[in-house]
């Protein structure tokens, strides 16, 4: 079995900090998917030291940052998803889409993805960050297609920043013209699950509501788990079937939390 986790961490110090080590010494993945790491190169592979570690900073710094660290070994590494015309990827882009293939003791690879998309904004005066977070979605989605149509396992996984139906907010009817529940952008994870990508964090966690990921710091939201479901694990249909169990997983209380988002923790039967 192999058991891949996906969390951003909100900051790989604070994180760590919070208890982040603890968590990884108790359930003990195969293989962590980070974002929001926000922390130079040789900083991630100190707290990352003994794992295959692939590590993709924003060009902004204290921005964004994703990483994947695995005790399978690496087999190859892309970062980044240039424009659709060509060009050279945004500042504001970086650090938000990591591919890394993994070998299998069985001589397979498995393709995971890292992913830490736009949050954007509907506030007056950063309309412009939504522009921003379409663009972005619509390279996202060139590549889902390709990953799709692969014969070979591959998984997206991370913060996506989209909350796809009512059952994913506690909040719906509040946020309905909110950043992060627009009808556009769950329009987007609409045609990703149409290119044959499984939500497994819906397919395993029932109807709903919940279980949510993420949780304001502030408040009483984590105790009223007033949250959304933003962070996901997807499949593709060479892996879909292989997954046996795939969970949220919470910590039990506000004070053992070691970041705003809990981790998507997932087993898979592939070696």
Not at 108 to 136: C, D, F, W
Not at 164 to 181: L, T
């Amino acid at each position: 079995m192999l058991t891949i986790a996906t969390a951003n961490v909100n900051g790989i110090r604070a994180a760590f900090r919070r208890g982040m080590h603890d968590w990884i010494s108790r359930r003990s993945p195969d293989v962590l998917l980070l974002q929001e790491v926000r922390a130079p190169d040789a900083l991630v592979r100190d707290y990352l030291e003994g794992w295959h570690v692939a590590h993709l900073p924003s060009e902004l710094k204290g921005r964004a940052g994703v990483a994947v660290a695995s005790r399978l070994p690496v087999a190859a590494v892309r970062g980044g998803l240039p424009p659709l015309d060509g060009g050279a990827e945004a500042d504001v882009d970086s650090g938000r889409w990591l591919e890394v293939d993994l070998a299998l003791p069985d001589g397979g690879t498995i393709t995971v993805v890292s992913a830490y998309l736009h949050s954007g904004s509907t506030n007056p005066g950063q309309e412009h960050t939504m522009v921003s977070k379409y663009a972005h979605l619509d390279r996202v989605s060139a590549r889902m297609v390709e990953l799709a149509a692969s014969d070979l396992p591959a998984l997206v996984a991370g913060d996506l920043n989209i909350a796809h139906r009512e059952v994913d907010i506690a909040n719906f009817k509040g946020n309905r013209k909110s950043a992060g529940f627009l009808p556009e952008e769950r329009a987007y994870v609409d045609r990703w699950l149409g290119a044959g990508w499984t939500d497994l964090g819906r397919a395993h966690g029932g109807d709903g509501p919940g279980p949510y990921t993420w949780w304001s710091w502030r408040g009483q939201a984590y105790v009223n788990d007033r949250g959304w479901r933003i962070d996901y694990q997807l499949a593709n249909a060479a892996l879909a079937d292989r997954a046996v169990k795939v969970e949220v997983d919470r910590a039990p209380s506000y004070e053992e939390r070691w970041s705003d988002h809990a981790p998507v923790v997932a087993t898979y039967d592939v070696v």
